[in-house]
């Protein structure tokens, strides 16, 4: 090994291609200030077989799952078909690896339908876990023992993480990131990837939301102008102004986009930001609630408090990334 975080991609029949290229892509792009990459990500099957995509193509594996004994972090990507989802069983080589990695101590996660995987392997077994809303159902027909919430993109209990569909996969592998190597290397693979740097967890899953009309004006620009000037106090009338809505149709458009309030998205940026101020620099913590906008150092600590159940201060100690320190 040369030091990286080894991360195993267990991929099954069924695989959906934009799981499997989600874990590849956000850990593959995970990067130092000097371009040196923090993760070896390597994708294997059972016994080294190809595996059939959902989208009707094979996927050929450069290995099996014996790198599952020395992965730190494995991730399942979601299934479209196959046992797990069908009726409750998996492999049992895929299970042992699981079961086997999470008992040494290796973390375990998964996008979308991959929680079946982890259910079928018993991991899950009265865990709290999400999968995308659209399965919910089947999954508690098949796993009634598991805590299951579909109304959040992802779940961190641990050693044991779980995702909703599609894009919040991509939410799971940034907090992970995230988790590991601080906000500034989290941030710089969203970049690469052009994809938002964080939405929170318990954010909810997009259910049947209606999507702007094609000639409806977008509140894009106005979340961009609004990262800008996170310290400002911004009202909404201003940010429906900027838009050039009023405050009714803005409030509704941006809800429609972002699956929250005005309100709301503005106050995750600004704890968004306040921790990474936390974690790439020594600035006083009252400096730190006013340029993201949270006022003061009270504040700070309240809002940290309510998101993540931890003061500032234990906040940097746990999460500040020095360089040149090793990752998790």
């Keep these: ?47 080294r077989r190809p595996v059939r995509a959902a989208a009707g193509y094979q996927v050929v594996p450069d290995h099996g799952l014996e790198i599952t004994e020395t992965a730190d972090t494995i991730v399942v990507p979601g299934i479209h078909a196959g046992d797990p989802v069908e009726n409750g069983t998996v492999d049992p080589a895929v299970s042992k690896a699981l079961n086997d990695a999470l008992a040494r101590g290796a973390r375990v996660m998964s996008i979308c339908t991959g929680a079946f995987v982890l259910a079928a392997a018993g991991i899950l077994e009265h865990r709290p876990a999400t999968t995308h809303w659209w399965w919910a159902e089947k999954f508690r027909e098949l796993y009634p023992d598991v805590k299951l919430d579909p109304d959040v993109l992802f779940i961190d209990d641990g050693e044991v993480l779980t995702s909703a569909g599609v894009g919040a996969g991509i939410d799971l592998c940034l907090h992970v ?125 309240q809002h940290l408090q309510t998101t993540i159940g931890v003061a500032p201060s234990a906040y940097r100690r746990t999460f500040r990334v020095v360089p040149g320190s090793p990752g998790r």
């Design 1 to 47: 090994m040369t030091g990286k975080h080894l991360v195993a991609v267990v991929v099954l029949d069924g695989v959906v291609p934009f799981d499997l290229g989600t874990a590849t892509q956000l850990f593959g792009t995970a990067r130092d200030e000097h371009g040196h990459r923090k993760y070896k990500t390597l994708v294997c099957t059972p016994g």
């Design 177 to 301: 990131i995230r988790t590991d190597f601080g906000s500034e290397v989290a941030n710089r693979a969203a970049r690469r990837s052009v994809v938002p740097p964080w939405r929170e967890g318990g954010q909810a899953q997009y259910i049947e939301r209606p999507l702007p009309r094609a000639a409806d004006t977008t509140t894009a620009t106005t979340r961009t102008w609004a990262l800008e000037r996170l310290a400002e106090p911004l009202t909404l009338q201003e940010l429906a102004a900027h838009a050039t809505m009023s405050v009714r149709t803005f409030t509704r458009r941006f809800r429609e986009e972002t699956g929250v309030s005005p309100a709301r998205w503005l106050l995750q940026q600004r704890v968004d930001h306040a921790r990474m101020l936390l974690e790439s620099t020594d600035l006083a913590v009252e400096v730190v609630a006013r340029r993201s906008g949270l006022g003061t150092a009270t504040s700070l600590r």
